[in-house]
T-cell receptor, first 115, second 115 residues
Framework: AQSVTQLDSHVSVSEGTPVLLRCNYSSSYSPSLFWYVQHPNKGLQLLLKYTSAATLVKGINGFEAEFKKSETSFHLTKPSAHMSDAAEYFCVVSEPRGGGNKLTFGTGTQLKVEL | KAGVTQTPRYLIKTRGQQVTLSCSPISGHRSVSWYQQTPGQGLQFLFEYFSETQRNKGNFPGRFSGRQFSNSRSEMNVSTLELGDSALYLC??????????????FGPGTRLTVL
């Protein structure tokens, strides 16, 4: 069975400082991993995905994540936070199931960006 | 391409009623998945449809059902509404859902409030 653990439910940073959102996963397969962002009252938007091509994955809006198999981690980072980054972030693992894919979501990390 | 659309965006119902939500996937996408998002339970998988067939199902009671039409549009139905069904219902589409690397693209969601 697959699972995702987002280690922080809330993260607060100052504008212009680095962002680190932590995610650990468990999977019986070679997983695909995703980060999605959700702004208030909106759907989920894909930030980036890992599909085994490269361990360092670059996404939209300056975000990137590094897949570390030995640590079963897929942490999301950004060098410099912007006010518009304030949102909820979900780490997601995908595994094959029933001819399709099954997504398992982490519990989310609320990112607050302060002036 | 137009994104995933969901209608209606907001719904208010009373206990015991039934409700139907609609989802139009991205053009060319054949897989549609439904998720329920609540503050207490987070994002939970309801079911997935591909080529008019339910391919995967989550752990929800039989009051939750869905279907997919030949044009890939999907509907989900909740009968005998309970207060606990109040949630944001998200629909996501992917091209086939066959490859674990397939990305699911989410709609804005339907906010259901049960009074």
């Amino acid at each position: 069975a697959q699972s995702v653990t987002q280690l922080d439910s809330h993260v607060s940073v100052s504008e212009g400082t680095p962002v680190l959102l932590r995610c650990n996963y468990s999977s019986s397969y070679s997983p695909s991993l995703f980060w999605y962002v959700q702004h208030p009252n909106k759907g989920l938007q894909l930030l980036l995905k890992y599909t085994s091509a490269a361990t360092l994955v670059k996404g939209i809006n300056g975000f990137e994540a590094e897949f570390k198999k030995s640590e079963t981690s897929f942490h999301l980072t950004k060098p410099s936070a912007h006010m518009s980054d304030a949102a909820e972030y979900f780490c997601v693992v995908s595994e094959p199931r029933g001819g399709g894919n099954k997504l398992t979501f982490g519990t989310g990390t609320q990112l607050k960006v302060e002036l | 391409k137009a994104g995933v659309t969901q209608t209606p965006r907001y719904l208010i119902k009373t206990r015991g009623q039934q409700v139907t939500l609609s989802c139009s996937p991205i053009s060319g996408h054949r897989s549609v998945s439904w998720y329920q998002q609540t503050p207490g339970q987070g994002l939970q998988f309801l079911f997935e449809y591909f080529s008019e067939t339910q391919r995967n199902k989550g752990n929800f009671p039989g009051r939750f059902s869905g279907r997919q039409f030949s044009n890939s549009r999907s509907e989900m139905n909740v009968s005998t509404l309970e207060l606990g069904d109040s949630a944001l219902y998200l629909c996501a589409s992917s091209s086939s859902g066959l490859a674990v690397r397939d990305t699911q693209y989410f709609g804005p969601g339907t906010r259901l409030t049960v009074l």
